[in-house]
């Protein structure tokens, strides 16, 4: 089945700002029949790590927030907390991150923020999906007793995805920090004993016992260890590590069926928003932000999680590459952007799987907005 995805590019007139030409453009992607009154809305963004400048301007979720508010829905802005160490991966320190990044709550329409998987990543929720990988996924507890959900995704490369859109800000961004532990690894997270200054807070926050110290060091029993990833947010010295160990493929199925785990009982109640702008090569968890590998292009939205990326690594390609960028492979028009960046990363897999398990289709109709200088609507 072809989906449809809708498309603004960055054009603005005198008749209509780039916020209302957002607000016109989810209106026409079906935003109507996704929420009815006094739905409690999970907004999902990245609020950006603490010095990363490429993450979604603030000014932009306002204008979304107040298009929900135009329905009587009740929106509130979310993102669960990080399973690396930075400044998100604590929801006091994740709040104070959004505040100083722009997503106030005067700034966002007297909009809450709530992290989805509570003060220290384990307010999850288990939801069964009974796929390949996963028997049951673990996401974000207020994320799943949400009414209805809205992505708003930044358009990016990715070192592991080869380039991360709504599926990944779904799969990998709802889920609680056990959630994103059994993403990436298959194993127990690894301790750097050289590293390691034996504290005891590893010890001391392990819900499993699973951690133990010994001629001061800190030890793992595996058996014990339920995968939450506390440790690794606990460690002063960063000596407890996720065990890079996935090949690309198993990574990409694992995280397409988070999202399925995501977005169930949420099918009719779901509007996804991608914004192509400002293409860092990188994610915006990073503490910092590259030059953009193409030119700004504008924005997607669709009920279509798997079309709307596809549309917009399409678009991506389509554009010649940046110069001063990383980007110093397939810079051509029509050439393959990401390959480029990860030559490594089979990028269409996730595609491919996703549309396999059921999410949607990678066949879409692009529809774009006329400008209201040339046309009304």
């Not at 509130?76 to 320190?93: C, E, H, M, P, Q």
């Not at 809205?150 to 709802?174: D, P, Q, R, Y």
């Not at 060091?217 to 160990?245: F, H, L």
């Not at 030059?291 to 009920?303: E, K, N, R």
Request: proline share 4%.
């Amino acid at each position: 089945m072809t989906a449809d995805v809708f498309f603004m590019d960055l054009k603005t007139t005198s008749k209509e700002n780039l916020p209302q030409k957002l607000s016109r453009l989810i209106k026409k992607a079906g935003i109507k029949t996704v929420l009815k009154e006094k739905d409690l809305t999970a907004v999902k963004i990245h609020f950006g790590e603490k010095g990363n400048t490429a993450f979604i301007r603030p000014v932009f979720i306002r204008q979304i927030l107040q298009t929900i508010k135009e329905f009587n829905a009740s929106p509130f802005l979310t993102d669960a907390n990080t399973l690396y160490v930075g400044t998100r991966s604590d929801a006091v320190s994740h709040i104070h991150t959004a505040i100083e990044n722009g997503f106030s709550y005067s700034s966002m329409d007297a909009t809450p923020i709530i992290i989805a998987d509570g003060l220290n990543g384990k307010s999850e929720t288990k939801i069964p999906i009974h796929q390949k990988n996963f028997k049951d996924v673990y996401i974000g507890a207020e994320i799943v007793a949400a009414d209805a959900l809205i992505s708003v995704a930044h358009f990016k490369g990715h070192e592991l995805s080869g380039f991360g859109g709504t599926l990944k800000n779904l799969g990998m961004g709802c889920a609680s920090r056990r959630g994103k532990l059994a993403q990436h690894s298959n194993v127990s997270p690894k301790i750097k004993r050289k590293t390691c200054i034996g504290c005891g807070q590893c010890a001391l926050h392990c819900p499993g016992q699973a951690i133990y110290l010994e001629e001061k060091k800190a030890y793992m029993d595996r058996t014990k260890c339920i995968g939450c990833a506390e440790c690794i947010v606990r460690c002063p010295t960063q000596s407890i590590n996720i065990q890079w160990d996935q090949t690309v493929p198993v990574f990409l199925e694992k995280m397409m069926e988070y999202t399925l785990g995501v977005l169930k009982g949420k099918e009719n109640k779901s509007l996804f928003i991608n914004f192509i702008t400002d293409i860092s090569p990188k994610c915006d968890c990073l503490p910092y932000s590259e030059s953009p590998i193409v030119q700004d292009i504008g924005v997607l939205a669709s009920t279509d999680p798997v079309a709307i990326d596809q549309a917009s690594a399409d678009m991506v390609n389509q554009q010649a590459g940046l110069s001063a960028s990383v980007l110093k492979m397939n810079l051509e028009p029509g050439q393959d952007k990401f390959r480029g960046l990860y030559p490594d990363v089979d990028w269409e897999y996730q595609l491919e799987y996703a549309q396999d398990i059921g999410l949607g289709s990678r066949d879409y109709t692009l529809k774009k907005l006329k400008t209201l200088s040339y046309a009304k609507e």
